[in-house]
């Protein structure tokens, strides 16, 4: 049978940026040397796009 163990210990660092034009997520996982970022694109109640 397998033992499955939660630990506490594991930890996601996440960093939000949010600006009028594009908001930014950066991603770090302790440990490791690569971070993930991602750029959403904002859109403005006033575009014709956002309905």
């Known amino acids: 049978m397998t033992k499955v ?3 506490s210990d594991a930890r ?3 960093g939000i940026d ?3 034009h594009r908001h ?8 490791k040397t690569r971070r ?6 904002a859109l ?3 575009s014709p796009l956002h309905t």
């Open 44 to 46: 403005s109640r006033c």
């Open 18 to 20: 949010i600006s009028k």
């Open 36 to 41: 993930r970022r991602m750029t959403i694109l």
């Open 24 to 31: 930014e997520v950066l991603i770090a996982v302790p440990g």
């Open 12 to 14: 996601v660092l996440v």
């Open 5 to 7: 163990e939660h630990t």
